[in-house]
T-cell receptor, first 115, second 108 residues
Framework: EPEVTQTPSHQVTQMGQEVILRCVPI?????FYWYRQILGQKVEFLVS????????KSEIFDDQFSVERPDGSNFTLKIRSTKLEDSAMYFC?????????????FGEGSRLTVL | SQKIEQNSEALNIQEGKTATLTCNYT??????LQWYRQDPGRGPVFLLL?????KEKRKERLKVTFDTTLKQSLFHITASQPADSATYLC???????FGDGTTLTVKP
């Protein structure tokens, strides 16, 4: 069964460092998302991406964050200068259709620890 | 502001019984509502989507209802099994905004 894959599974970084989290969405999916989940808290929307541009973003997704689809398969989340509060599990998701389609397929997550 | 409330942080039931989880929302007019399952340390897994013009949706032992007047969805697992133990999340809107989740424990 096709799946969303994320790398790395765990990354430890120093505060102020740049981090890139990578995702390979399901191949025929057109809509891509990043979510984060701070330990013990809810899954929070960060950004959605379609047709090589951001469709929606939350207030969490400030200038420190960026997303990119550098080639036909990868979808990346970059955090420019990490803060302690960026420590969380980051989930990538993809869907075949747009917002009215729902049904997101999530990866297993990348755990980011900022020291 | 928009709010999603999943009543009961935790629900404990006996194997074989029906689990009923609730999702209430305010300041939303969602065209659809989704339910996901999340196991510890794993990503959410899609279970069911119900649209505003559908009163009920079923998939195997799962049933979802959607009452747009009450602004509520109920999620039922019939003949529950210990393997159903997980956190169940409802999600609304184009961003799939998630509720806090209800952690279900099914005891043998």
């Amino acid at each position: 069964e096709p799946e969303v894959t994320q790398t790395p599974s765990h990354q430890v970084t120093q505060m102020g460092q740049e981090v890139i989290l990578r995702c390979v969405p399901i191949s025929n999916h057109l809509y891509f998302y990043w979510y984060r989940q701070i330990l013990g808290q809810k899954v929070e929307f960060l950004v959605s991406f379609y047709n090589n541009e951001i469709s929606e973003k939350s207030e969490i997704f400030d200038d420190q964050f960026s997303v990119e689809r550098p080639d036909g398969s990868n979808f990346t989340l970059k955090i420019r200068s990490t803060k302690l509060e960026d420590s969380a599990m980051y989930f990538c998701a993809s869907s075949e259709g747009g917002p009215s389609y729902g049904e997101l397929f999530f990866g297993e997550g990348s755990r980011l620890t900022v020291l | 502001s928009q709010k999603i409330e999943q009543n009961s942080e935790a629900l404990n039931i006996q194997e074989g019984k029906t689990a009923t989880l609730t999702c209430n929302y305010t300041n939303y007019s969602p065209a659809y509502l989704q339910w996901y399952r999340q196991d510890p340390g794993r990503g959410p897994v899609f279970l069911l989507l119900i649209r505003e013009n559908e009163k009920e949706k079923r998939k195997e032992r799962l049933k979802v209802t959607f009452d747009t007047t009450l602004k509520q969805s109920l999620f039922h697992i019939t003949a529950s099994q210990p393997a159903d133990s997980a956190t169940y999340l409802c999600a609304l809107g184009s961003k799939s905004t998630f509720g806090d989740g209800t952690t279900l424990t099914v005891k043998p």
